[in-house]
C-alpha cells in the first residue's frame, strides 16, 4: 500500500519500540530520567553503556528492527552511507527479498567503495548529477531527485523586490564544513550589511569577528517556523560550503527569490542552471566573493529581480513539495510492482 496522506502515516523510532516492548527497559528509563532531571523523552534513556553490555540492548533493537522490516513493502533509508544499521537492513532486505531504496546525505568519500553491501541497495536516490557521480562505480541503479522546502507556502509570499544597496545573509551551522567563520571574517571589515543566522561550536568565533562591525548583525537560531523573517532581511544569499549534498537552505534561498551567491558544491550547479543566477565564488580564495559581490552591485536592480523570478520560477515548476512528493511516489510504486 503506498500513503499519499501524511496523517495516514504511524511514525516510530527504534528506542521507543524497545521501550514499548521490555519492561526492563521501561524501568531503567524511568530511574534515568529522574536522574537527569525529567528532560528529553522517556524512551531515549535506555540506550547506554549498562543496557548495552548487561542487557544485550543492540542485540534486542536488531531484533525489533528485523521485524518491522520483514512487515514492509519497502524500506527507505535516508541517512549516510556510514549511517548505523546501513548494513544489516540492506542484507535484511536482500535476504528477504524487500526493496531497500537509499537516499544519500552528507558528504561522500572514497572509502564507501569498501562497503560490498552497498551493491545490494535496489536504488539510490540522490540530491544531484554531481552526488551520483561519486558512487558511479558502484554500478547500482540510481535517481536524481532534490529536496523541497517545507516552509514553501510562507517564502513564495515573500516580496521579490530588490534594495539598491544590497543586503547579504548565510543561515546554517556554525560548522567548518560551512564556511561561515569565513565569511564572518571576510564581512567583519566590510561596508555591507550581513545577517548571519544559525549555531554550531564556532559560533564564539564567528560572533567576535562582526562584534565591531555595525553592518553585520547576528540573528541567533532561526526556527523553521520563522524562516520569512531571516529572508525577508537579505537580498543575497551566501552558500559557503567547503562540501554538500544540497544544502536544504538553497532551496529555501530559491523560493524566498533571494540572489544566490555558491560556491560549486552540491546540487546547486543543478538547482541554479538555466536561472540567469550565475554567481561562483572560491570559499579557499576568499577574493573571489569580493568580485562577485562587485559584479552583483554593477547589475541593475530590474535584471536582479528578473533572476529572483527564474529562481522561484524553477522552485515551483521542479522542486515544489508537489512535484517532489510525485517523483518519490512513481520510484517507490514502480518498485514495489517490480516485486509483487
Same mark, same amino acid.
Given at each position: 500500500?503506498?500513503?499519499?496522506?501524511?496523517?495516514?502515516?504511524?511514525?516510530?523510532?527504534?528506542?521507543?519500540?524497545?521501550?514499548?516492548?521490555?519492561?526492563?527497559?521501561?524501568?531503567?528509563?524511568?530511574?534515568?530520567?529522574?536522574?537527569?532531571?525529567?528532560?528529553?523523552?522517556?524512551?531515549?534513556?535506555?540506550?547506554?553503556?549498562?543496557?548495552?553490555?548487561?542487557?544485550?540492548?543492540?542485540?534486542?533493537?536488531?531484533?525489533?528492527?528485523?521485524?518491522?522490516?520483514?512487515?514492509?513493502?519497502?524500506?527507505?533509508?535516508?541517512?549516510?552511507?556510514?549511517?548505523?544499521?546501513?548494513?544489516?537492513?540492506?542484507?535484511?532486505?536482500?535476504?528477504?527479498?524487500?526493496?531497500?531504496?537509499?537516499?544519500?546525505?552528507?558528504?561522500?568519500?572514497?572509502?564507501?567503495?569498501?562497503?560490498?553491501?552497498?551493491? *545490494? @541497495?535496489?536504488? !539510490? $536516490?540522490?540530491? /544531484?548529477?554531481?552526488? =551520483?557521480?561519486?558512487?558511479?562505480? +558502484?554500478?547500482?541503479?540510481?535517481?536524481?531527485?532534490?529536496?523541497?522546502?517545507?516552509?514553501?507556502?510562507?517564502?513564495?509570499?515573500?516580496?521579490?523586490?530588490?534594495?539598491?544597496?544590497?543586503?547579504?545573509?548565510?543561515?546554517?551551522?556554525?560548522?567548518?564544513?560551512?564556511?561561515?567563520?569565513?565569511?564572518?571574517?571576510?564581512?567583519?571589515?566590510?561596508?555591507?550589511?550581513?545577517?548571519?543566522?544559525?549555531?554550531?561550536?564556532?559560533?564564539?568565533?564567528?560572533?567576535?569577528?562582526?562584534?565591531?562591525?555595525?553592518?553585520?548583525?547576528?540573528?541567533?537560531?532561526?526556527?523553521?517556523?520563522?524562516?520569512?523573517?531571516?529572508?525577508? *532581511? @537579505?537580498?543575497? !544569499? $551566501?552558500?559557503? /560550503?567547503?562540501?554538500? =549534498?544540497?544544502?536544504?537552505?538553497? +532551496?529555501?534561498?530559491?523560493?524566498?527569490?533571494?540572489?544566490?551567491?555558491?560556491?560549486?558544491?552540491?546540487?546547486?550547479?543543478?538547482?541554479?542552471?538555466?536561472?540567469?543566477?550565475?554567481?561562483?565564488?572560491?570559499?579557499?580564495?576568499?577574493?573571489?566573493?569580493?568580485?562577485?559581490?562587485?559584479?552583483?552591485?554593477?547589475?541593475?536592480?530590474?535584471?536582479?529581480?528578473?533572476?529572483?523570478?527564474?529562481?522561484?520560477?524553477?522552485?515551483?515548476?521542479?522542486?515544489?513539495?508537489?512535484?517532489?512528493?510525485?517523483?518519490?511516489?512513481?520510484?517507490?510504486?514502480?518498485?514495489?510492482?517490480?516485486?509483487?
Amino acid at each position: 500500500m503506498i500513503f499519499t496522506d501524511l496523517n495516514s502515516i504511524k511514525i516510530n523510532f527504534l528506542d521507543r519500540l524497545v521501550y514499548d516492548e521490555f519492561l526492563i527497559f521501561r524501568i531503567i528509563n524511568f530511574l534515568t530520567y529522574f536522574k537527569n532531571g525529567l528532560r528529553k523523552r522517556r524512551s531515549t534513556f535506555g540506550n547506554n553503556f549498562f543496557t548495552k553490555k548487561y542487557l544485550k540492548y543492540d542485540e534486542k533493537r536488531s531484533k525489533l528492527l528485523r521485524n518491522k522490516i520483514s512487515e514492509s513493502d519497502l524500506v527507505l533509508l535516508v541517512m549516510q552511507l556510514h549511517s548505523n544499521f546501513s548494513e544489516e537492513i540492506i542484507e535484511f532486505c536482500r535476504k528477504e527479498n524487500i526493496p531497500c531504496v537509499f537516499r544519500t546525505t552528507g558528504n561522500i568519500n572514497e572509502e564507501v567503495f569498501e562497503f560490498k553491501h552497498l551493491k *545490494k @541497495i535496489s536504488r !539510490f $536516490i540522490h540530491h /544531484s548529477n554531481r552526488t =551520483a557521480n561519486k558512487l558511479f562505480n +558502484l554500478k547500482v541503479p540510481y535517481s536524481i531527485i532534490d529536496q523541497a522546502s517545507l516552509q514553501e507556502e510562507q517564502l513564495l509570499k515573500l516580496k521579490l523586490k530588490k534594495e539598491r544597496n544590497l543586503r547579504f545573509g548565510f543561515l546554517g551551522r556554525f560548522t567548518k564544513e560551512k564556511g561561515a567563520l569565513e565569511l564572518s571574517e571576510f564581512f567583519g571589515s566590510r561596508d555591507e550589511q550581513f545577517f548571519i543566522a544559525g549555531d554550531g561550536p564556532l559560533k564564539n568565533e564567528i560572533l567576535e569577528n562582526i562584534e565591531f562591525n555595525v553592518n553585520c548583525s547576528y540573528l541567533g537560531a532561526v526556527p523553521q517556523y520563522n524562516l520569512n523573517f531571516f529572508f525577508d *532581511k @537579505i537580498d543575497v !544569499f $551566501i552558500v559557503s /560550503s567547503y562540501e554538500e =549534498a544540497g544544502p536544504y537552505t538553497g +532551496l529555501e534561498a530559491m523560493a524566498a527569490g533571494k540572489i544566490i551567491i555558491s560556491t560549486r558544491v552540491g546540487a546547486m550547479e543543478d538547482r541554479l542552471e538555466s536561472t540567469n543566477n550565475d554567481f561562483w565564488f572560491d570559499i579557499n580564495e576568499i577574493s573571489t566573493l569580493d568580485s562577485v559581490i562587485r559584479k552583483l552591485k554593477s547589475e541593475e536592480t530590474t535584471d536582479l529581480e528578473n533572476i529572483s523570478c527564474n529562481l522561484r520560477k524553477k522552485i515551483i515548476e521542479n522542486y515544489s513539495n508537489q512535484k517532489i512528493g510525485e517523483l518519490y511516489l512513481n520510484e517507490i510504486t514502480q518498485l514495489i510492482q517490480k516485486t509483487e
